[in-house]
């Protein structure tokens, strides 16, 4: 590998006046394949000495880009989307030129430089990167998982063809062969991706330019999509659907049958085309984010549709920052439609968050150690604690699917006590409890539009998340604010004695409402509590804020660069409850106890502030302090 570091090395110190490195990809392409055909080409007329004997390099490079063109019948029409070398001297052309033929490289190592580049281009572009590829490690890992030895192999967003050249891989180390099929959006990616697929030596492929989503290019007939065995795709993030809604809601291939999340995001859509695109054998796996897991409304609709089908085998949450291009975690969903009868209207949870190295300071990458425990737990069907778990169906809270809800580490970190971990037969037990829904009526805060102006002299107050410090609220220090809208208002009014809790942040703040006058509003920062009966509000928000409660709330946060709480979710929290008046006695004896601790507490704080006195004094340099207390 030495001799193709040297040559990529070379190239970009040669190039680097004219281009950024996240720029290379094009130019690399564009050159390097003719340095790989010159090194299997028989042809004559396809010489790179040819070229650098010409008077005019660039015009003798495009002629020879159309000989290869119709040599290959797998690049045609790729080069013709490969101009942005016009910038380049001829100058440069020649000594680039000159550097490729005296590389003198094999087949092996032409596919070596070209993997080598453009791992450095992309890891170069990083975030603000226009072609995103899908991490080595995650093509492994999902490769492995589905095994594709013979017959089909499709990407419906198959970027520059990684997923597609990992698949062909694993089916020529077992002595087979894959047939691959691809789709792509972006024409550079597409246009790229052709180049890697025959410097890799893989001609038995087929990949298209267009959108997956508006228009498939893999069809049966006008209104039957083509299936095939094995489907892996790792589709944008995060992607609106507004510009194709109107072919998707008149999809001739009833793609869509399990209905349409809400039109900011299209990742459902994706997994759909997933399942719609595969044999009644085929197994597929969908890379998407964690919110695709467990957003409400009308992708909650669609995730309980597919849930219903059975055609989920497992969900696996991966570590954050495996993709050079953004750093939230990611997960893989494996479709199986055909799972196996006793695992019939199950899921495996796999909970992988952790398992990761680092492979510079902001980029993980997964170990083949760490694949090959994700592989064999998720072909045994295996249940290890803290690590893996089996759901029925039935038991799934609300379809949420991120595997943190049934794979958990029974710990947590205080402020308090360090790492607390729990009795998980204790916790079981919890089962069993009443919950927060079953004791209180739970209410959201109020969100605050900008023609609700604050004025001094408006009508409400507002608690917003500065006005909570050490567990108590300032009734007096709120801002005032006139809502202009207020016919719910009553909705997000508090009262003495609500408990409100924090709903954003890693931190969660936890109050009781104090006796007040006037008008006072819950802001969207938090959600209210109020309490059923006599219920003691001092006892819940102690049990909420102990290390248990602690915990419970953290299992219902969701969320990676925003963690948030969700209402539904608060309500399914259990609570240990005593009588009404055992709860006030508690609550009692262990206010009188911390109260004489506090006064200990300050005693001794004075002490020490008068030992550090005497000390001053001792060393000469009391007079000179004047101390106001």
Same mark, same amino acid.
């Given at each position: 590998?030495?001799?193709?570091?040297?040559?990529?090395?070379?190239? &970009?110190?040669?190039?680097?006046?004219?281009?950024?490195?996240?720029?290379?990809?094009?130019?690399?392409?564009?050159?390097? =394949?003719?340095?790989?055909?010159?090194? &299997?080409?028989?042809?004559?007329?396809?010489?790179?000495?040819?070229?650098?004997?010409?008077?005019?390099?660039?015009?003798?490079?495009?002629?020879?880009?159309?000989?290869?063109?119709?040599?290959?019948?797998?690049?045609?029409?790729?080069?013709?989307?490969? !101009?942005?070398?016009?910038?380049?001297?001829?100058?440069?052309?020649?000594?680039?030129?000159?550097?490729?033929?005296?590389?003198?490289?094999?087949?092996?190592?032409?596919?070596?430089?070209?993997?080598?580049?453009?791992?450095?281009?992309?890891?170069?572009?990083?975030?603000?990167?226009?072609?995103?590829?899908?991490?080595?490690?995650?093509? $492994?890992?999902?490769?492995?998982?589905?095994?594709?030895?013979?017959?089909?192999?499709?990407?419906? /967003?198959?970027?520059?063809?990684?997923?597609?050249?990992?698949?062909? $891989?694993?089916? !020529?180390?077992?002595?087979?062969?894959?047939?691959?099929?691809?789709?792509?959006?972006?024409?550079?990616?597409?246009?790229?991706?052709?180049?890697?697929?025959? &410097? !890799?030596?893989?001609?038995?492929?087929?990949?298209?330019?267009?959108?997956?989503?508006?228009?498939?290019?893999?069809?049966?007939?006008?209104?039957?999509?083509?299936?095939?065995?094995?489907?892996?795709?790792?589709?944008?993030?995060? =992607?609106?659907?507004?510009?194709?809604? =109107?072919?998707? %809601?008149?999809?001739?291939?009833?793609?869509?049958?399990?209905?349409?999340?809400?039109?900011?995001?299209?990742?459902?859509?994706?997994?759909?085309?997933?399942?719609?695109?595969?044999?009644?054998?085929?197994?597929?796996?969908?890379?998407?984010?964690?919110?695709?897991?467990?957003?409400?409304?009308?992708?909650?609709?669609?995730?309980?549709?597919?849930?219903?089908?059975?055609?989920?085998?497992?969900?696996?949450?991966?570590?954050?920052?495996?993709?050079?291009?953004?750093?939230?975690?990611?997960?893989?969903?494996?479709?199986?439609?055909?799972?196996?009868?006793?695992?019939?209207?199950?899921?495996?949870?796999?909970?992988?968050?952790?398992?990761?190295?680092?492979?510079?300071?902001?980029?993980?990458?997964?170990?083949?150690?760490?694949?090959?425990?994700?592989?064999?737990?998720?072909?045994?069907?295996?249940?290890?604690?803290?690590?893996?778990?089996?759901?029925?169906?039935?038991?799934?809270?609300?379809?949420?699917?991120?595997?943190?809800?049934?794979?958990?580490?029974?710990?947590?970190?205080?402020?308090?006590?360090?790492?607390? $971990?729990?009795?998980?037969?204790?916790?079981?037990?919890?089962?069993?409890?009443?919950?927060?829904?079953?004791?209180?009526?739970?209410? $959201?805060?109020?969100? =605050?539009?900008?023609?609700?102006?604050?004025?001094?002299?408006?009508?409400?107050?507002?608690?917003?998340?500065?006005?909570?410090?050490?567990?108590?609220?300032?009734?007096?220090?709120?801002?005032?604010?006139?809502?202009?809208?207020?016919?719910?208002? %009553?909705?997000? /009014?508090?009262?003495?004695?609500?408990?409100?809790?924090?709903?954003?942040?890693?931190?969660?703040?936890?109050?009781?409402?104090?006796?007040?006058?006037?008008?006072?509003?819950?802001?969207?920062?938090?959600?209210?509590?109020?309490?059923?009966?006599?219920?003691?509000?001092?006892?819940?928000?102690?049990?909420?804020?102990?290390?248990?409660?602690?915990?419970?709330?953290?299992?219902?946060?969701?969320?990676?660069?925003?963690?948030?709480?969700?209402?539904?979710?608060?309500?399914?929290?259990?609570?240990?409850?005593?009588?009404?008046?055992?709860?006030?006695?508690?609550?009692?004896?262990?206010?009188?106890?911390?109260?004489?601790?506090?006064?200990?507490?300050?005693?001794?704080?004075?002490?020490?502030?008068?030992?550090?006195?005497?000390?001053?004094?001792?060393?000469?340099?009391? %007079?000179?302090?004047?101390? /106001?207390?």
């Amino acid at each position: 590998m030495k001799k193709v570091f040297k040559l990529n090395d070379s190239i &970009i110190d040669l190039l680097k006046n004219d281009y950024n490195l996240d720029e290379l990809d094009i130019v690399v392409s564009k050159y390097y =394949v003719l340095g790989y055909y010159n090194s &299997i080409s028989k042809m004559n007329d396809i010489n790179i000495d040819t070229v650098l004997r010409s008077s005019d390099i660039k015009k003798e490079i495009e002629k020879i880009f159309i000989l290869i063109e119709k040599e290959v019948p797998m690049l045609n029409g790729v080069f013709k989307y490969f !101009n942005n070398d016009k910038e380049i001297s001829d100058n440069i052309s020649y000594q680039l030129l000159s550097l490729i033929k005296t590389s003198n490289f094999s087949k092996e190592e032409w596919k070596n430089a070209f993997e080598d580049m453009l791992s450095r281009i992309y890891d170069a572009a990083g975030k603000s990167g226009a072609v995103s590829t899908t991490p080595q490690s995650l093509n $492994r890992l999902g490769i492995k998982l589905l095994e594709p030895i013979e017959g089909s192999f499709y990407d419906g /967003t198959s970027g520059i063809n990684g997923t597609l050249i990992e698949a062909s $891989r694993f089916a !020529n180390e077992c002595g087979k062969s894959l047939k691959l099929y691809g789709q792509e959006i972006n024409l550079a990616a597409w246009a790229i991706g052709k180049v890697r697929l025959f &410097i !890799n030596g893989i001609e038995n492929a087929e990949v298209k330019l267009g959108n997956t989503l508006e228009e498939p290019l893999f069809t049966e007939d006008k209104n039957q999509i083509k299936q095939f065995d094995n489907i892996m795709m790792n589709f944008p993030f995060g =992607v609106s659907w507004k510009k194709e809604d =109107v072919n998707i %809601e008149k999809d001739v291939f009833n793609r869509f049958i399990f209905g349409k999340p809400a039109k900011s995001s299209s990742e459902w859509l994706f997994i759909s085309h997933i399942i719609k695109s595969l044999k009644q054998q085929g197994k597929g796996i969908a890379i998407t984010t964690s919110g695709t897991l467990f957003r409400g409304a009308s992708d909650a609709a669609v995730r309980e549709n597919i849930i219903v089908s059975d055609c989920i085998d497992a969900v696996i949450s991966l570590p954050p920052s495996l993709f050079t291009t953004t750093s939230i975690p990611v997960n893989m969903i494996v479709i199986n439609m055909n799972k196996e009868e006793t695992f019939k209207d199950k899921i495996l949870f796999i909970n992988a968050e952790n398992m990761y190295e680092n492979l510079n300071r902001t980029q993980k990458i997964l170990t083949e150690e760490h694949i090959d425990k994700i592989v064999d737990v998720y072909k045994n069907k295996q249940e290890i604690e803290e690590f893996s778990a089996i759901v029925h169906r039935k038991d799934l809270e609300e379809n949420n699917l991120l595997p943190s809800r049934y794979v958990v580490k029974p710990e947590i970190d205080t402020e308090d006590f360090g790492k607390v $971990r729990f009795n998980k037969e204790e916790l079981t037990k919890l089962k069993k409890c009443k919950t927060l829904g079953d004791i209180s009526k739970i209410f $959201r805060g109020i969100n =605050v539009i900008s023609e609700n102006t604050q004025d001094e002299n408006g009508e409400y107050k507002i608690i917003n998340l500065a006005d909570v410090k050490d567990g108590k609220l300032d009734m007096d220090s709120l801002a005032k604010y006139n809502i202009k809208n207020n016919a719910r208002i %009553e909705a997000y /009014t508090v009262q003495e004695g609500d408990i409100i809790i924090s709903n954003r942040g890693i931190t969660t703040k936890i109050c009781i409402i104090p006796e007040h006058n006037g008008k006072v509003l819950l802001s969207q920062n938090f959600i209210g509590i109020r309490l059923n009966g006599n219920i003691s509000s001092e006892y819940v928000k102690e049990f909420l804020e102990s290390p248990l409660g602690q915990f419970l709330i953290s299992s219902k946060q969701v969320g990676t660069s925003i963690i948030t709480l969700n209402p539904k979710d608060l309500k399914q929290i259990p609570i240990i409850l005593v009588s009404v008046e055992k709860q006030l006695t508690i609550i009692k004896d262990y206010k009188e106890q911390e109260a004489k601790v506090r006064s200990e507490i300050d005693k001794l704080q004075d002490k020490l502030k008068e030992i550090k006195l005497n000390l001053y004094d001792d060393m000469g340099i009391g %007079e000179s302090l004047m101390v /106001t207390k």
